[in-house]
């Protein structure tokens, strides 16, 4: 049997004492994100994380070193987190009680690494401690506006498409009126679970694969125009499927399954700008602001 060092016991044994406290939190979280689609990005979090821990792992161990004063403060603030709901006189909506509690644990458990490892070692696994962050669910005020504006971005790029092809198009709010055929862009089309997963995947491949933190940001920023754009082309294609070859695409699989094709016709469109910002960097292995002006200001 291989004896661990007192501090990865120690983490190991806080992060499983502060598991229990939080558990009826963490299983309402994952029967949400097992029921409700648009927080089914959630059973990708831990995986990710523990597996980019896990890669990391070694080289932490060598840098581990306890921080007790920093360690205590980030617990402080997560039980002062966890006890808002019992100090803060209105009543709070269970959903946003539950996000409460969820953050309250994971920064807990931030804490806990912290107090154990240190400041040296958090800043080494900072993204993937982060990253647990996303095991917060969304309070549904909070998921309400964003699947609304989902659903006119999406409308809007649906109408921009048909444009395109000279097909004649009204646009009335999130209603796109062509001629035969009137389309609502519900929640269910506003495509929020396929746009969380493609910004996870993408936050996860900017960070493993690209080092200058602009290019990383840009990668990402990507992300909100292509989940647009990936929303609108599938209206597009649904409702000219439906209107120049069979009426019976506009309720048949390919409406209620096809979500898969067009959120990997996303993915190439992360993957292609990735891989240019990623060369990029092999053409500049250090990062050097002058040389890159010049580069543009030739260009």
Known sequence: MIK???HQVGL???WFVLLLIGWRSVVDTFALAMHDSNSTYILLILPISAAIMFLEWRSLRTIATMNLRNGFVILAVAGLTASIAL???IPIPSDALLSLKMFALVLAWIGAFELF???RALRTAL???????????????ALN????LLQHGSAMTARLFFAAFDVPVIQSGIRIAIPGLTLEVAEECSSIRSSSMLL??????AQLLLRSPWRKALLICLVVPLSLAKNGLRIFTIGMLTTRVDPGYLTGRFHQQGGILFFLVALIGVLVPLWVLRRGENLYPKSDPIREMTVLESK
Do not use: S
Not at 127 to 141: A, D, N, Q, T
Not at 145 to 148: D, I, N
Not at 200 to 205: G, I, L, N, Q
């Open 117 to 119: 490892f240190g400041t």
């Open 200 to 205: 996870v995947a993408t936050v996860v491949m």
């Open 145 to 148: 506006e964003v699947v609304t």
């Open 4 to 6: 661990l060092p007192n």
């Open 127 to 141: 993204f993937p401690l982060l990253l647990m962050f996303g095991l917060v669910p969304i309070p549904r005020l």
């Open 87 to 89: 100090i803060v006189p």
């Open 12 to 14: 190991a044994t806080l």
